[in-house]
């Protein structure tokens, strides 16, 4: 996508503070932490939505998960805790339409959220 905020980032078209990357996603600091640790992790392939995985996504997806989880117990926040979320569509918070894994971490999270 050429307008694509998130591809622009993965392309190196748009300067983020990249935190992981592999063959399968890149990981980058949110410019507008909610925590201490607020990592966002994109496919490098442009998926808009959660409405929009198919079958064959399913690896990628899981995959966003299983980086996540690497990085939180690199940074010491797998004993106490971390929270991942992924918003679908506008009334749920997406504001930029390529998925992303949201990792927050570092301080205590309510619930419900927000």
């Given amino acids: 996508m050429s307008n694509c905020l998130f591809c622009k980032i993965r392309d190196g078209q748009i300067p983020s503070k990249i935190v992981y990357r592999d063959d399968v996603c890149l990981a980058f600091e949110d410019i507008n932490p909610q925590a201490p640790t607020h990592v966002l992790f994109i496919p490098l392939k442009h998926i808009a939505t ?26 010491g926040h797998a004993e106490k805790g971390y929270r991942l979320v992924m918003n679908c569509n506008a009334e749920a918070g997406q504001t930029v339409f390529h998925i992303h894994l949201h990792l927050v971490a570092g301080r205590p999270m309510g619930w419900p959220p927000g």
Avoid: C, P, Q, S
Wanted: no cysteine; net charge negative.
């Fill in 50 to 75: 959660v409405n929009d995985i198919t079958m064959e996504d399913r690896e990628t997806v899981g995959h966003l998960y299983t980086a996540a989880a690497k990085l939180a117990k690199e940074r």
